[in-house]
């Protein structure tokens, strides 16, 4: 199970996307679905992959995502994200999901992996990455 932490422990910066977990997101045992946090996760990756490509952005892999430990109805479920490698035409984006209990400040991190998207032309072909600046690129991380 994940400690317990404080804001101070949180990831720098705003989350990309902050949800409520509801219950039409759950699965038949009652917990948050593992696919609808995936969703979120890649909504999220995808919101800043397309806002460093300045434009479309897809999908192409996502690799080592881990479930730390459930997420029930009624959490706060905040995403965050940032860029850790630049190719070419793709780039990788560690994504973490927190959790906070409704009604407290108890927060945990819930899941993390790593999506890779490629930037897309106007025929959905790969094309490069624009030139980073400050108009669209996050800090990009060290990598691990």
């Known amino acids: 199970m994940s400690p317990v932490t404080s804001a101070?422990?949180?990831p720098e910066g705003v989350p990309t996307i902050r949800v409520i977990a509801?219950?039409?997101?759950?699965?038949?045992a009652g917990d948050v679905f593992?696919?609808?946090?995936?969703?979120?996760?890649?909504?999220a990756a995808g919101t800043t992959a397309a806002f460093r490509a300045n434009g479309?952005?897809?999908?192409?892999?996502?690799?080592?995502v881990v479930f730390m430990e459930p997420v029930v109805v009624g959490d706060e479920v905040s995403i965050?994200?940032?860029?850790?490698?630049?190719?070419?035409?793709?780039l990788t984006i560690h994504v973490e999901t927190w959790r906070r209990a409704r009604h407290t400040?108890?927060?945990?991190?819930?899941?993390?992996?790593?999506?890779?998207f490629v930037a897309l032309d106007e025929n959905r072909r790969p094309r490069p990455l624009p030139p980073a600046?400050?108009?669209?690129?996050?800090?990009?991380?060290?990598?691990?």
């Open 22 to 28: 509801m219950p039409t997101d759950t699965n038949p």
């Open 133 to 144: 600046s400050p108009a669209n690129s996050p800090t990009i991380a060290a990598s691990a």
């Open 8 to 10: 101070a422990n949180l």
């Open 80 to 90: 965050y994200t940032r860029i850790t490698r630049e190719g070419r035409t793709s």
């Open 105 to 116: 400040h108890l927060t945990t991190k819930v899941t993390e992996g790593d999506f890779t």
């Open 56 to 64: 479309r952005a897809a999908t192409v892999a996502i690799n080592g």
């Open 34 to 43: 593992g696919g609808w946090i995936i969703s979120q996760m890649d909504l």
